[in-house]
């Protein structure tokens, strides 16, 4: 059974850079064709899709957070990281990593989630 | 852009009752991408229904999903306890803004 566990810092300084990993365990990432994706959502707020990665490296990324976000993925560690740069309080969000079953144009459905992280932008 | 708009925005319901679920989407897409999640406070949301209709592993057959076009539907049949919660709906990138299910 796939399980996805995000981690890293959980408070960031404005206009500094945001940096998470997920780690997939009980499955490799390479297998069943599925897609990566970062979501978050702040507190007491509805979800926003990230942007997604698939194994080969190709990417995508919500349009409003484009020339802010990175993803890539290290196949080797079954793994997966986010880098959201010049990040505001705006940004302050629990960030979710999920598997992403998608057409290869879009995402059909997200599952499993991981737990979610925290991460509060402040100085 | 797709919006999907959810109502109603809370429901207020006693244990053992029928909820009914709406998404209504801005354009016609395929029903192949209409998935329901259910969120608890504190939890990852979790995937209930994907294709509109299909039940994801695991999930009672209380939960049923139904629609196609620009209207969805989710229904649970009868609430247990643990129904209550936040659900969202999705297609493609796009999440509903959520209805919550409370008790009465």
């Known amino acids: 059974q796939v399980q996805l566990q995000e981690s890293g810092p959980g408070l960031v300084k404005p206009s500094q850079t945001l940096s998470l990993t997920c780690t997939v365990s009980?499955?490799?990432?390479?297998?069943?064709?599925?897609?990566w994706s970062w979501i978050r959502q702040p507190a007491g707020k509805g979800l926003e899709w990230i942007g997604r990665?698939?194994?080969?490296?190709?990417?995508k990324y919500n349009p409003s957070l484009q020339s802010r976000v990175s993803i890539s993925v290290d196949t080797s560690r079954n793994r997966f990281s986010l880098r959201l740069t010049s990040v505001t309080a705006a940004d302050t969000a629990v960030y979710y990593c999920?598997?992403?079953?998608?057409?290869?144009?879009?995402?059909?459905?997200?599952?499993?989630w991981g737990q979610g992280t925290l991460v509060t932008v402040s100085s | 852009e797709i919006v999907l708009t959810q109502s109603p925005g809370t429901l207020s319901l006693s244990p053992g009752e029928r909820a009914t679920l709406s998404c209504r989407a801005s354009?016609?897409?395929?029903?192949?991408?209409l998935a329901w999640y259910q969120q608890k406070p504190g939890q990852a949301p979790r995937l209930l229904i994907y294709g509109a209709s299909r039940r994801a592993t695991g999930i009672p057959d209380r939960f049923s999903g139904s629609g196609s076009g620009t209207d969805f539907t989710l229904t649970i049949s009868r609430l247990e306890p643990e129904d209550f919660a936040v659900y969202y709906c999705q297609q493609y990138e796009t999440f509903g803004q959520g209805t919550k299910v409370e008790i009465k």
């Open positions: 999920a598997r992403d079953r998608n057409s290869g144009w879009h995402s059909e459905w997200f599952g499993p």
């Open positions: 990665i698939y194994t080969s490296g190709s990417t």
């Open positions: 009980g499955g490799s990432m390479s297998s069943g064709g599925y897609y």
């Open positions: 354009q016609i897409y395929s029903s192949n991408y």
